[in-house]
């Protein structure tokens, strides 16, 4: 699978690196296994659920950018809300309250240890 990755991004510099996030039944041993390595050995033959399939490189669905190019291997526009010339500005929202500055409670004496005190 490696060999077939490498050839596609050879042919084309700008394609997506596909990954195919995944749900797989196993036993405890193997939970186990996974767990402490992060990996873990599947039998030869076996069905995986496939979840989601996504561009390692990009972060982004399949079905959404399969017929783009890989917008991580141009720049980074993606990653930052697109360019900043076109995207809409950043609405600033007025404040909603206002900081009250409290005097600090007493931790001694008789308020400091009635919870209703001092209030
Ligand atoms: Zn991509």
């Known amino acids: 699978m490696e060999e ?3 050839a596609e991004h050879e042919k084309d510099p700008n394609t997506h690196t596909w990954e195919v996030q995944a ?12 767990e402490l390595r992060g ?18 490189s ?8 399969a017929d783009e190019k890989c917008s991580a291997t141009i720049d980074n ?3 930052i809300g697109g360019d900043s010339g076109v995207r809409a ?10 900081v009250i500055q409290q005097p600090l409670p007493s931790r001694r ?9 001092g209030r």
């Open 4 to 6: 077939r990755i490498k």
């Open 23 to 34: 749900s797989v039944p196993v036993d405890t041993k193997t939970a186990r296994r996974a």
């Open 39 to 56: 990996s873990f050995r599947a039998e030869g033959g076996m069905v995986v659920k496939s979840l989601e399939v996504i561009c390692s």
């Open 58 to 65: 990009c972060r982004r669905p399949f079905d959404m950018v």
């Open 77 to 79: 526009t993606h990653l």
């Open 89 to 98: 500005k950043r609405i600033v929202h007025a404040p909603v309250g206002k």
């Open 109 to 117: 004496g008789l308020s400091g240890y009635s919870p209703q005190a």
